[in-house]
């Protein structure tokens, strides 16, 4: 099995900032596409961000224009930077990857267990 760890969530103010970051437990050597999962309180998991091997990105149309994801130096680890935050972007936030990357998102194979970012008014 792939273990992800994720980091840095917390509690901020709306307008602030929070950098989160995910990296593989063990090396992994087929993994093509990283990204950023979140699920709202009541609401179903929805892909926030992805990142492929290539530096292709999509990322939801909320969080356009405010959200940054970006890989690491050392593979197999992933970014989300958070800027202009709101309080409906509070969520857990879960890393996720696969190996296979698809021009039409899907859902990956492996993920981490979540981090909490609030956002408070």
């Known amino acids: 099995q792939v273990q992800l760890v994720e980091s840095g969530g917390g509690l901020v103010q709306a307008g602030g900032s929070l950098r989160l970051s995910c990296a593989a437990s063990?090396?992994?050597?087929?993994?093509?596409?990283m990204g950023w999962y979140r699920q709202a309180p009541g609401k179903q998991r929805e892909l926030v961000a992805r990142i492929s091997n290539g530096g292709s990105t999509n990322y939801v149309n909320f969080v356009k224009g405010r959200f940054t994801i970006s890989r690491g130096n050392a593979e197999n680890t992933v970014y989300l930077q958070m800027n202009s935050l709101k309080p409906k972007d509070t969520a857990v936030y879960y890393c996720?990857?696969?190996?296979?990357?698809?021009?039409?998102?899907?859902?990956?194979?492996?993920w981490g267990k979540g981090t909490l970012v609030t956002v408070s008014s």
């Open positions: 996720a990857a696969d190996r296979y990357y698809t021009i039409i998102p899907r859902t990956m194979e492996y």
């Open positions: 063990r090396t992994i050597f087929s993994i093509n596409v």
